[in-house]
């Protein structure tokens, strides 16, 4: 359970580069719920994911998981519980490692890690089945660099690592954004099966809004730091993206505007 109460975030405070990212924001997330965010540049949503993975503090209100104030624990004090794929392919993975080495880091986030203890005949074993979830071929490669594989393939086993701990939540930041349609497809339904099968609970920032439509039981819209939709599971299946349009202009008040959900 993930609950957020009146959580703020100002950058440049007190500067004329001033700007308040996340204004009094509070939210709550049941155990397996799977939350879509979208918004215009600027909203906020990256900033969420960030203060909830403790990569950014907040300047006031209170973040909790499992009904402990998270707050004041630094980021790897908080990685056993927190997974996360980001929308850079390089970033969840480190390219010098191998496929296997890489997966026994993820099986041991947010503990001490001896790596040259990691990847045993039983881990092997796992991580050759886990991969073969994957459809990629991947489980007939673990001895090879990370580097080599290409951007779908790093996010789909940056996506696997990230689920291996069965973490309490879940952050996936535009994950797929810097993949090709057909990749960010096969990556989205990958998504979608790791965490159906798994019942994680997560948070899925995008851009797109048929995605966000399609994948989770919620949808959040942010603009300027706020919160300013929610559609819980009715509504979302009843919605359209001219629906989401609406409500954006709404909110914003300038029809203009609707292209930067795009």
């Known amino acids: 359970m993930l609950e957020l109460t009146d959580v703020h975030k100002t950058f440049f405070a007190g500067t004329v580069n001033e700007r308040r990212a996340l204004r009094g924001v509070n939210l709550h997330l049941d155990d397996g719920d799977f939350v879509t965010i979208i918004g215009s540049n600027g909203a906020g949503k990256s900033t969420l994911l960030n203060i909830i993975a ?13 009904g402990r104030n998270v707050v004041k624990l630094a980021e790897h004090k908080r990685a056993a519980g927190i997974a996360r794929v980001f929308q850079d392919p390089q ?15 993820a099986v041991t986030r947010g503990r001490t890690r001896f790596l040259h203890h990691g990847v045993s005949r039983t881990r ?39 689920s291996f701990t069965h973490p309490d939540i879940l952050l996936l930041d535009e994950h797929i954004a810097a993949l090709d349609p057909e990749r960010a497809e096969l990556v989205l339904g990958l998504t979608e099966k790791v965490i159906r099968e798994s019942n994680l609970t997560a948070l899925m920032v995008t851009h797109n809004m048929e995605h966000a439509l399609r994948l989770g039981n919620r949808l959040l819209m942010m603009h300027e730091g706020r919160i300013v939709y929610e559609l819980g599971p009715a509504e979302k299946a009843g919605a359209s993206v001219d629906d989401l349009l609406d409500m954006f202009a709404s909110s914003k008040g300038v029809l203009s505007d609707r292209t930067l959900l795009g």
């Not at 403790?54 to 973040?63: A, N, P, Q």
């Not at 970033?91 to 880091?105: K, R």
């Not at 092997?124 to 779908?152: D, I, N, P």
């Open 91 to 105: 970033a969840g993975t480190s390219p010098h490692m191998s496929i296997e080495e890489n997966l026994a880091v």
């Open 124 to 162: 092997k074993a796992r991580f050759r089945e886990e991969l073969a979830t994957l459809g990629l071929g991947l489980e007939s490669r673990m001895t090879h660099r990370v580097g080599l594989l290409s951007g779908g393939q790093r996010q789909a086993l940056s996506l696997l690592m990230a």
């Open 54 to 66: 403790g990569t950014m503090s907040v300047d006031f209100g209170t973040i909790s998981i499992n």
